[in-house]
């Protein structure tokens, strides 16, 4: 399969929010640049993402894209085929940064908050991707970006070997990172989210239930395993 990369910039943060899906099951919107963008995006020292106070989600995503534009140059990388989205990862330098969902505290995440790493916040494809290997053609560019704009170090959260999981939290499997040369500096875990039980138990929907299912039994793990997760970083020199 072939892609078609971008760059998505403060300036024009909207260029892919309404281009068609190439696939929309399971997660679909999870691809889309600006999806809870507020998860990623440190406002202040607060503990909770900022929240929409007139409920106008996309409003308040385009203002805080605004908001990084005398700060960096880009902050996502998105995948297309054709003219149809397939996957994208979002990046900003660690004090911009914030953990997403509630594996990782964020006392935790700014012990070390160094302008020289650089954070991976959201990353997710649809299912056909993940099993085409876009996720590693994600990073694989990002490593790149990162190694031009001069950081040190990158550092993520990468969730367990169970790929439908992983996305649900618009996050990537341990092995993603593996594979490009991350390692586990710290563990975190995604017990208190109760979503992996929840896919069990079929709450996410049937077609999810038969996907984690079998992922579980792949990866060989149990379903108190799959909710370990890691800090993962990577030495850009």
């Not at 892609?3 to 281009?19: E, G, I, K, N, R």
């Not at 660690?94 to 959201?122: C, F, M, Q």
């Given at each position: 399969?072939?892609?078609?990369?971008?760059?998505?910039?403060?300036?024009?943060?909207?260029?892919?929010?309404?281009?068609?899906?190439?696939?929309?099951?399971?997660?679909?919107?999870?691809?889309?640049?600006?999806?809870?963008?507020?998860?990623?995006?440190?406002?202040?020292?607060?503990?909770?993402?900022?929240?929409?106070?007139?409920?106008n989600w996309g409003g308040l995503w385009e203002d805080l894209a605004a908001s990084l534009q005398s700060r960096?140059?880009?902050?996502?990388?998105?995948?297309?085929?054709?003219?149809?989205?397939?996957?994208?990862?979002?990046?900003?330098?660690?004090?911009?940064?914030?953990?997403?969902?509630?594996?990782?505290?964020?006392?935790?995440?700014?012990?070390?908050?160094?302008?020289?790493?650089?954070?991976?916040?959201?990353?997710?494809?649809?299912?056909?991707?993940?099993?085409?290997?876009?996720?590693?053609?994600?990073?694989?560019?990002?490593?790149?970006?990162?190694?031009?704009?001069g950081y040190e170090r990158m550092q993520a959260l990468a969730w367990s070997n169970v790929p439908v999981y992983?996305?649900?939290?618009?996050?990537?499997?341990?092995?993603?990172?593996?594979?490009?040369?991350?390692?586990?500096?710290?563990?975190?875990?995604?017990?208190?989210?109760?979503?992996?039980?929840?896919?069990?138990?079929?709450?996410?929907?049937?077609?999810?239930?038969?996907?984690?299912?079998?992922q579980l039994e792949r990866a060989a793990l149990s379903p108190v395993d799959a909710e370990h997760f890691a800090?993962?970083?990577?030495?850009?020199?």
């Amino acid at each position: 399969m072939t892609y078609d990369f971008d760059w998505v910039s403060p300036v024009s943060p909207l260029a892919w929010a309404s281009v068609q899906l190439r696939s929309s099951e399971p997660y679909g919107n999870h691809v889309r640049p600006l999806c809870n963008f507020q998860e990623d995006l440190a406002v202040d020292d607060t503990t909770d993402p900022v929240r929409a106070a007139d409920g106008n989600w996309g409003g308040l995503w385009e203002d805080l894209a605004a908001s990084l534009q005398s700060r960096v140059g880009r902050f996502a990388l998105v995948a297309a085929e054709g003219e149809q989205l397939a996957g994208c990862v979002r990046f900003l330098p660690k004090p911009l940064s914030r953990p997403r969902y509630g594996a990782w505290s964020l006392v935790e995440h700014r012990t070390e908050n160094d302008a020289s790493i650089l954070w991976i916040g959201a990353a997710a494809v649809e299912i056909p991707g993940f099993g085409q290997g876009l996720p590693r053609t994600l990073i694989s560019s990002l490593i790149e970006e990162a190694r031009r704009l001069g950081y040190e170090r990158m550092q993520a959260l990468a969730w367990s070997n169970v790929p439908v999981y992983a996305l649900w939290g618009q996050a990537l499997p341990w092995v993603v990172y593996e594979e490009a040369g991350f390692h586990s500096i710290a563990e975190a875990s995604g017990a208190s989210l109760c979503a992996l039980p929840d896919m069990i138990a079929g709450i996410h929907g049937g077609i999810v239930r038969k996907i984690v299912t079998a992922q579980l039994e792949r990866a060989a793990l149990s379903p108190v395993d799959a909710e370990h997760f890691a800090i993962v970083e990577r030495s850009l020199n």
